[in-house]
């Protein structure tokens, strides 16, 4: 079989005709990112996660009000000419799903799976990820956050990256209210000291944390690294600031995440770090893959709340998820061979040509005497007995 | 095996919680709407086309030239703070293929067939149709418009909704440049008078259609309906005003593309229809499915322009296409019986579960002892020789 000539040369962005950190996706490219899409979407379905379409548009006040770190300015904003209101796009279709969960989806027996897949948009990029439209896909399990929970979705995420591609997965483990948690039960600190604690232990800097009074916590800068060790290390400061009371159930909650993993993916741990998992409860991790600069999505434990409205109380419910961004890998991912593609000449068979779509084969047919087979990249021709190598 | 009670009990929009027009898809009807959209890519692929996939959101002015027929006023503007230029989310995908073809693609091979789906959006919703938000699929030939063409692209438009589950196809036959053929080849009018008559043959008025000066015009009135009929009376109006010599090829090309779709749907004709068809040239369709009101998709031949830039003449070029949209089936298509869900119990076998979704199973894993495979939607329980139904 002869491999056809790409005939979609000029797949680069052009400034003058799109706005920066958007793009179109060409042939082939396009194909694969499909047939990534679909990869994962059918992972999540098979776990028994059901698919949620939220739309492209809401209030900007349902999406910027229902979980903590969802940033307004990021989101690219509208009057609504029917109600006069902010409507928004999307930024975060985990945002949408709190808003499904907390509302039409509250009575629905838990733990409830749904998983989601669609466009986002931010108003602009950022110098790391120029990107304005990502594609984002979830899952998330409402009404469980335990170990148990944690180690299905962590498992999850990377066996729905395994199927788009993604090899050497690692997964960093954290503990985003750790601080919060060892203040309430082992080392009290005043509420200005625990701000000044927890920014210098995302800054990673030991002499800050000292100044402001966290020298208790030095030793969690170096509970770091491959998961073994580090477990480890924060277990023997565990024992040493609270006899091991503060955070027991943590590390061995972690244990056990880790412990079902196993060799699915490669473990670390940086139990301080909270940028970006600010609206996390008890455990959140990152995920990475070999090839792919920057992470490709993150999960965690977390609380879907919602207001109280006319006649219903408030929602506060504990969930598990994640959400992956996989464009990096789409774009990076070898593209196969290109597809067997079957000329059909002028005063083709066309019940014949039905026949072979539906054993798999593409088609493509001639409209005039003037129409090649081979400029249309097609592998081979209809012939009597046949489709023919070109 | 026992069909389970469906979890999802509250469906319906609500006003407070989503924008007029704008709505969520929950299971089992987002799985659904997923299913639908993966057939119908599916069938434009068997056929040879491939997809492309422009961004959400282009530059205002791209979006709104390269096509006559899009009125900027249906689209979501606002400045991009980068470039400060007006920003447009999509409301039509096809100007941005148009876009894509004008240059990306410029000089890839013809004829070019390509492929797309996405949400397009719209600021805001008409009377008889609320939804701002939809799903459109569609498929161009670029650099060919002959009958060939329009038969295959009417035949791809109805093998592509009966994969969605339309049945009852029928499709509506129109010659949108035939008050300016008929005007250049055969009856010469002033130009406010081709405006005039243009607009009464829209409307359908008799009265007006004379007043206008278009008597000549009004046996096109009559030459409407089930396609034999129609087109033998359009043939005997060309015979009487110009000698077969205005409307000849036209009459041909539309014997060609209904001789080719033969008994895949009822066909119509409505020769003098333009509305929505402002910017196709001799031949567009409209296709409706039993079930549905209203139309789910157009199509037809036009031409793909687009300015000359800086090293680069314009471009114009020849191509035929269709746009669906599917909402309408998705929302009304029966839906079927729940899938197998099997139920994996505390402590369950991993590596069974894998096999048994290689298979093709649905699983859902118990998190807590208090986890209830009925209340969870499950068909069957993962038992010590395989699943066992419930």
Redesign the interface.
């Known amino acids: 079989m002869t491999t056809p000539i790409n005939?979609?040369?000029?797949?680069?962005p052009?400034p003058?005709?799109?706005?920066?950190?958007?793009?179109?996706?060409?042939?082939?490219r396009?194909?694969e990112?499909?047939r990534v899409t679909?990869a994962m979407?059918d992972v999540l379905?098979?776990?028994?996660y059901?698919?949620?379409?939220?739309?492209?548009?809401?209030?900007e006040r349902?999406l910027a009000s229902r979980m903590a770190g969802v940033r307004k300015n990021r989101m690219?904003?509208?009057t609504?000419?029917?109600?006069l209101?902010t409507?928004s796009?999307r930024a975060d279709m985990t945002v949408?799903v709190g808003?499904?969960i907390a509302?039409?989806?509250?009575?629905?027996?838990r733990?409830?799976?749904?998983s989601y897949a669609?466009?986002v948009?931010r108003?602009?990029g950022d110098g790391l990820a120029p990107e304005?439209?990502q594609l984002q896909i979830g899952a998330e399990?409402i009404g469980?956050d335990?170990a148990?929970?944690a180690a299905?979705t962590v498992l999850l995420a990377i066996e729905t990256l395994r199927a788009a591609g993604a090899t050497g997965i690692s997964v960093d483990f954290t503990l985003p209210d750790l601080v919060d948690t060892l203040v309430e039960k082992a080392h009290p600190l005043p509420p200005e000291a625990v701000i000044a604690v927890r920014r210098e232990l995302d800054a990673k800097d030991a002499g800050g944390l000292s100044a402001a009074g966290g020298e208790a916590f030095l030793p969690l800068l170096y509970a770091t690294g491959p998961f073994d060790a580090a477990i480890a290390r924060l277990e023997e400061f565990d024992r040493a600031i609270s006899d091991g009371g503060a955070l027991g159930t943590r590390i061995s909650g972690l244990r056990e995440i880790a412990a079902q993993v196993g060799n699915a993916a490669r473990i670390t741990l940086d139990p301080s770090e909270r940028h970006g998992f600010e609206y996390q409860s008890w455990f959140g991790f990152t995920i990475y893959a070999d090839g792919v600069r920057g992470e490709l999505g993150r999960g965690g434990t977390y609380r879907v709340t919602g207001e109280a409205?006319p006649g219903e109380a408030g929602h506060d419910e504990a969930a598990t998820g994640f959400s992956l961004y996989p464009d990096p890998l789409i774009d990076a991912n070898p593209l196969e061979g290109a597809d067997r593609?079957l000329f059909l000449p002028l005063g083709y068979d066309r019940e014949k040509a039905e026949t072979l779509?539906a054993e798999g084969?593409?088609?493509?047919?001639a409209?005039?005497e003037s129409?090649?087979a081979g400029?249309?990249?097609c592998t081979h021709v209809l012939g009597a007995k046949g489709p023919e190598a070109i």
Do not use: Y
């Open positions: 005939p979609f040369a000029n797949n680069g052009d003058d005709l799109l706005p920066e950190g958007l793009a179109d996706r060409l042939p082939p396009a194909a990112a499909m679909r979407v379905s098979a776990h028994g059901d698919p949620v379409q939220p739309p492209l548009v809401e209030f349902s690219v904003r509208f609504d000419p029917v109600s209101r409507l796009v949408q808003r499904i509302t039409g989806l509250g009575s629905a027996p733990p409830l799976r749904l669609g466009q948009l108003i602009k304005r439209e399990i469980a335990n148990a929970a299905e409205r593609v779509r084969w593409r088609t493509r047919a409209l005039s129409d090649d400029a249309l990249a």
